[in-house]
C-alpha cells in the first residue's frame, strides 16, 4: 500500500563554529532555500513541513518550529517536530517521507539544524538528575568506555581510531560545506591532539557547528515531473529502531537495535551483501572508533573484524570499496540536530551525481545512517538510482 | 490558507484503549517513569495486549517541562523497548505523536501503535519557560508569560463584541461542573458564574478561573488498523479525519480572535464534509476542545462551526487538568472513551500549541469506520 517516495532537491548550510551572520530563521532558511531551488520549486508548492533537532537547550529556545513557521513557509500547512536524540536528522527524514509514502502529502520540506554556537551542548548534556548516572561533561565521556570496551574486544591496534580521523578530514577538503578544513591534516597531527577522554583524542572527535540540512521528498508523480535538473533518489527502504539505555546484559557495543534497523532497511532494500550490494555510505561517526564499530554493527564486516577494513583502507573515498563519509562525515561537520540528515542528503547527492568533488562514480545503491543516545537510537535508509 | 492538500486517506483506524493518570497539582514522589508504568500497564491491560503487540511505539513531551535534555529517553523505559522496537518521538503534544502513528499505519504494513505523552508542570516555572518557545530576539527578552498573551486574545474578543467576562466565566463554571463527573479532574466544583466573577483578575480581563491549573499528569492510548481494531475493543472510536495547521508565530500579524488554523485543519479531517453550506453548523455528540483558557472556547467553537447542542468538555477539559504535552492526547482519549462505552456516536477532538492558540489539531471520531452519520445540519 506504501507509495513511492524520492528526495527530489537538497540543500545545506555551510557549516562553522559560529554562524554569526545568520538568525535561527535565516540558518534554517538558508538550507532549504537551497532545497528548494534544487527541486525547481517554491515555498508554495510544498504541502507539510516536517523539522527536527537535538535537545531545545542547545539554543535556548523551547520547541523553536513555532517561532520557525513563517521562516519555513510552513504558515498555513502542517509542521511536525521530531526529537530523536542524535538520530533525530534521520529521523526526521524519515517521519517526512512517511507521509508521501502513507499517501498523505506529495511534496514534503524536511529540515534539521542546530545552532549550537547560541549555548553550549556539552553542558547541555551534562545536568546532573537525580538518581541517574551522569554524562560526565558530554558525549565523549559516555562513550569512551564504550570505545574502550570495542579495542579490547576486538584486539583492534591503537592507530585505527587516527586513521579513521585523518581520511575524514581529507574527504572534507572535498566538500565546501564542511566545517573542519584542516589543510595539513597528518597522522602525526591527530597522535599529538590531546587526549580527551582516554582514548579519544581533541582530532578523533566531532566539532561544535552551526548548521542545517533540508530536502524535499515527493511521491512518484511529482519526483517524474519535477523541475530538478537532476535525477529522483528513490528511497529502496527506510528503518528505525530503539532500545533502552541501560540493562543489565545490554551490548553498548554492538547494539541490537542497530542489527535490526539494518536488517529492516536491508530487507526492504533486497540487500544480502552490504558491502558489495552499497557503493557508498555516510555514516553516524562523532568518535573516530565508531566507524570500525558500526562496520561490524552494519553488516560490512564480521564481528571484531571492523577495524581492519579501516585498516586497509576499503573505507577511503580514494580507493576504498565501500567508501564511507565521502562528505568528512560528523568528524567534519556536526550541526548535532542536523548531522543525522546530512547523512541521509548526503547519499542523496551521491545517487543523484550532485557531490563534486567528492562524487563516487557509479553510485546506484547508498546507505544513509543516524543513531543516538547511548548507541540507542538508529534511523537507516537505502537510496537508489532506480525506481523501486 | 494554503492549498496544503491532504490526500484522501483510505485505511480504517480506530482508538481502542485509552488509559491516563489523576492529573494533580503535584507529583511529589513519582518521576516520569514511575507515574507512566501503571498507565502504560493499564493501556494494554484494558485490550488484553502487551507491547510486543505493539507495531509503533511514538511519544509526545517536552524536555523544558523536566529541565532535562533527552528527557524522552527515560521515560522510554516505561515500556522497555525490549526487543528493539519501531519507535519515535516528537517534541510536541502527544496529539501529534497520534498524528504520527496514524500516518504510519495508513501504509498498511504494521496494525497497531501505542501513542503517550506525559508533562510534569510542577517542578518548571511555567511562565518563564513558555516564554521561552518566543521569538528568541524579538520577544523572548520582555519575558511575555502566556497569561498576558492569552488576556490580550481575551480582550480581542471583548472589543470585537464576541464575547464578554460573563461567557468566560460561564464556560469556566460549566467546565469545573462538568468535571465533578471525571475521577481524573484537577479542579472540579460547582459554582455559578456569578460566583467566578467576584474572583480577582490576574491579568485583566483574565480572572482565576479563566486559566487553566497546573498539573501533572500522563496518557496512553493504543490505535488500531481495521479489523485489528474490532477484534480488540467492542466499540472501537473510529479516525475519520486527522489534521493538522500552524499559523504565523507573529502575535501582531494574526487577528487573535479567530483561528483559521483550527477551521483548516477540521476541513482536512472531513469535519465539515456533511455540511454543505457556509452557514451550516457542525453536529456531534460530543466535542474536547483543548481550550487552555476559557476566553479561548468561543475561538474554537467558531473555528470548528460547531452548532449549540454539541457538548463541549464533558470531561471538564483543560479548565479541569491541563497537563502540557498530554492535554491534547487526553483530548482524543476523553472524546474517543464516549464512543467506546457508547455514550456518544460521533465526536470531535481538538489539540493546541503554541502562544493563543498558534497551532492547532483536530481529530474527527465516530463509532461508524465509515464517517459520520447524522453530520452537518
Known amino acids: 500500500m506504501a507509495e513511492r517516495c524520492a528526495v527530489i532537491g537538497v540543500g545545506q548550510t555551510k557549516h562553522a563554529a559560529k554562524r554569526e551572520d545568520v538568525s535561527f530563521a535565516g540558518l534554517v532558511r538558508e538550507a532549504a532555500s537551497r532545497a528548494l531551488e534544487d527541486a525547481g520549486m517554491d515555498w508554495g508548492d510544498i504541502d507539510a513541513v516536517v523539522i527536527g533537532k537535538a535537545p531545545d537547550m542547545f539554543e535556548g529556545v523551547m520547541m523553536p518550529e513555532l517561532y520557525l513557521a513563517p521562516a519555513l513557509g510552513a504558515v498555513g500547512k502542517p509542521m511536525l517536530r521530531v526529537h530523536t536524540a542524535g538520530s533525530v536528522g534521520g529521523s526526521t527524514a524519515i517521519v517526512a517521507a512517511h507521509l508521501v509514502a502513507s499517501g498523505r502529502h506529495e511534496r514534503v520540506l524536511t529540515v534539521a539544524f542546530e545552532k549550537q554556537s547560541d549555548s553550549d551542548a556539552m553542558w547541555a548534556l551534562s545536568v546532573p538528575q537525580p538518581f541517574s548516572a551522569p554524562l560526565l561533561a558530554g558525549a565523549g565521556g559516555f562513550f569512551a568506555p564504550i570505545i574502550r570496551a570495542y579495542m579490547r574486544r576486538s584486539g583492534a591496534p591503537d592507530h585505527i581510531g587516527i586513521l579513521v580521523a585523518v581520511k575524514d578530514r581529507l574527504q572534507a577538503l572535498k566538500n565546501p560545506y564542511a566545517h573542519l578544513h584542516i589543510e595539513d591534516i597528518s597522522f602525526d597531527m591527530v597522535k599529538n591532539s590531546i587526549m580527551l577522554w582516554d582514548p579519544v583524542r581533541y582530532l578523533e572527535t566531532c566539532p561544535s557547528s552551526d548548521g542545517a540540512a533540508a530536502m524535499v521528498l515527493a511521491s512518484e508523480r511529482v519526483a517524474e515531473s519535477s523541475g530538478s535538473s537532476r535525477p529522483p533518489a528513490w528511497i529502496h527502504g527506510m528503518a528505525m529502531r530503539s532500545e533502552p539505555t541501560m540493562f543489565a546484559g545490554r551490548d553498548q557495543v554492538n547494539p541490537q537495535a542497530g542489527m535490526d534497523c539494518a536488517e529492516d532497511v536491508y530487507r526492504q532494500a533486497g540487500i544480502t551483501e552490504p558491502r558489495r550490494q552499497i557503493d557508498v555510505a555516510e555514516v553516524y561517526v562523532p568518535f573516530s572508533w565508531f566507524e570500525p564499530m558500526w562496520l561490524e554493527n552494519l553488516g560490512f564486516a564480521e564481528q571484531g573484524d571492523g577495524w581492519k577494513l579501516t585498516d586497509e583502507g576499503a573505507t577511503a573515498l580514494d580507493g576504498g570499496d565501500i567508501p564511507w563519509n565521502c562528505s568528512g562525515g560528523v568528524l567534519s561537520s556536526n550541526p548535532i540536530g542536523a548531522s543525522g540528515m546530512l547523512r541521509f542528503l548526503e547519499v542523496a547527492m551521491q545517487v543523484r551525481g550532485q557531490a563534486g568533488e567528492h562524487q563516487v562514480e557509479n553510485v546506484r545503491t547508498a546507505l544513509g545512517h543516524a543513531y543516538g543516545g547511548g548507541s540507542q537510537f538508529f534511523a537507516m535508509w537505502v537510496l537508489g538510482t532506480d525506481k523501486p | ?377
Open chain 2, 1 to 377: 490558507m494554503s492549498a496544503a492538500a491532504a490526500r484522501a486517506a483510505v485505511r480504517p483506524i480506530a482508538v481502542v484503549s485509552v488509559a491516563q493518570s489523576k492529573s494533580v497539582r503535584r507529583e511529589d514522589h513519582r518521576n516520569e517513569v514511575e507515574i507512566l508504568m501503571p498507565v502504560v500497564t493499564e493501556v494494554f491491560a484494558n485490550i488484553g495486549v502487551t507491547k510486543r503487540d505493539m507495531g509503533f511505539v511514538c511519544s509526545g513531551s517536552t524536555d523544558y517541562l523536566v529541565g532535562a535534555p533527552f528527557s524522552f529517553v527515560m521515560a522510554l523505559d516505561a515500556v522497555g523497548v525490549w526487543p528493539p522496537m519501531r519507535e519515535s518521538h516528537v517534541e510536541m503534544d502527544g496529539a501529534w505523536a497520534l498524528y504520527e502513528a496514524w500516518t504510519l499505519l495508513q501504509e498498511g504494513e504494521i496494525d497497531t501503535a501505542l501513542v503517550y505523552s506525559f508533562g510534569r508542570s510542577s517542578p518548571a516555572q511555567l511562565d518563564r519557560i513558555l516564554a521561552l518557545q518566543l521569538d528568541p530576539y524579538y520577544l523572548a527578552p520582555m519575558w511575555p508569560d502566556p497569561v498576558a498573551l492569552a488576556a490580550l486574545q481575551a480582550q480581542g474578543l471583548i472589543d470585537t463584541g464576541k464575547a464578554s467576562e460573563k461567557d468566560f466565566a460561564a464556560i469556566a463554571a460549566r467546565s469545573r461542573r462538568d468535571a465533578l463527573g471525571n475521577p481524573n479532574a484537577q479542579v472540579a466544583k460547582d459554582q455559578s458564574a456569578d460566583d467566578l466573577l467576584r474572583d480577582d483578575y490576574v491579568v485583566a480581563p483574565l480572572r482565576r478561573h479563566t486559566l487553566p491549573p497546573i498539573t501533572d499528569a500522563v496518557a496512553a492510548v493504543v490505535i488500531a488498523a481495521g479489523d485489528r481494531a474490532r477484534d480488540l475493543c467492542e466499540h472501537p472510536a473510529w479516525i475519520t479525519g486527522i489534521d493538522h495547521r500552524i499559523e504565523t508565530h507573529a502575535l501582531g500579524a494574526r487577528d487573535l480572535t479567530v483561528s483559521p488554523s483550527t477551521h483548516a485543519a477540521a476541513h482536512g479531517a472531513g469535519v465539515f464534509d456533511a455540511a454543505t453550506g457556509p452557514t451550516d453548523t457542525v453536529e456531534v455528540d460530543v466535542a474536547e476542545l483543548h481550550a487552555p483558557f476559557a476566553s479561548q472556547e468561543p475561538i474554537l467553537r467558531e473555528a470548528l462551526r460547531l452548532s449549540d447542542s454539541v457538548a463541549v468538555n464533558p470531561s471538564g477539559g483543560a479548565l479541569a487538568a491541563n497537563a502540557l504535552m498530554v492535554a491534547g492526547l487526553l483530548r482524543i482519549g476523553e472524546a474517543a472513551s464516549r464512543i467506546m462505552d457508547g455514550s456518544a456516536q460521533s465526536a470531535i477532538a481538538h489539540a493546541t500549541s503554541g502562544p493563543c492558540l498558534q497551532q492547532n489539531l483536530v481529530c474527527a471520531l465516530s463509532a461508524e469506520p465509515g464517517g459520520p452519520a447524522g453530520r452537518g445540519a
